[in-house]
């Protein structure tokens, strides 16, 4: 039986790679909220079980 309450790490190198799917730049990497920041979108972008999930319509807006 496996685990589900244990966080998966996230690639470090997958997060090099990665930008923000709307105004293509680069992203933050928030390990304690465990989400990917898009500045220039004000959006952040979830990690579940060590898989960011990039989809603009999972992102959280963020405050001004």
């Known amino acids: ?3 589900t ?3 998966r ?3 470090r190198k997958l ?3 990665l930008v923000c799917p709307v105004t293509k730049t ?3 990497y928030d390990a304690a909220a465990r ?3 898009s500045r220039s979108a004000k959006l952040a972008y979830p990690i579940r079980n060590g898989i960011p999930i990039m989809l603009p319509d999972e992102a959280r ?3 001004d």
């Open 61 to 63: 807006k963020l405050e």
């Open 9 to 11: 790490p996230v690639d």
């Open 15 to 17: 997060l090099e790679l």
């Open 1 to 3: 039986m496996t685990d």
């Open 26 to 28: 680069t992203l933050e």
């Open 35 to 37: 989400e990917l920041i």
């Open 5 to 7: 309450t244990t966080e």
